[in-house]
């Protein structure tokens, strides 16, 4: 069964940071680009970043260039998320998915607020 686990969110102030992980399991996680969405409350679900299968090469939205670093572990079948200089902005749910394969988490709920 493909599954894909996030975990790590929370309540944060701004400024701060938390690392999201996505553990996947059910397909071989070493052959598929992986990335990080995330869907604030009223808005459409936003592609924040991606990486090569390989984890050689990533790709970023202009709104989190800078401050968000997408990694993985493909011995571990763990893709991450390091989320620094938080903004009340970034609040969110975030979920991670396996490119071309239609499998969501359940996703993580990520708070920015003083």
């Known amino acids: 069964q493909v599954q894909l686990v996030e975990s790590g969110g929370g309540l944060v102030q701004p400024g701060g940071s938390l690392r999201l992980s996505c553990a996947a399991s059910?397909?071989?996680?070493?052959?598929?680009?992986m990335s990080w969405y995330r869907r604030a409350p009223g808005k459409e679900r936003e592609l924040v970043a991606t990486?090569?299968?390989?984890?050689?090469?990533?790709n970023y939205a202009d709104s989190v260039k800078g401050r968000f670093t997408i990694s993985r572990d493909n011995a571990k079948n763990t893709m991450y998320l390091q989320m620094n200089s938080l903004k009340p902005e970034d609040t969110a749910v975030y979920s991670c998915?396996?490119?071309?394969?239609?499998?969501w988490g359940q996703g993580t709920q990520v708070t920015v607020s003083s």
């Open positions: 990486i090569i299968s390989s984890g050689g090469s990533t």
């Open positions: 998915k396996a490119n071309s394969l239609p499998i």
């Open positions: 059910g397909f071989t996680f070493s052959r598929y680009a």
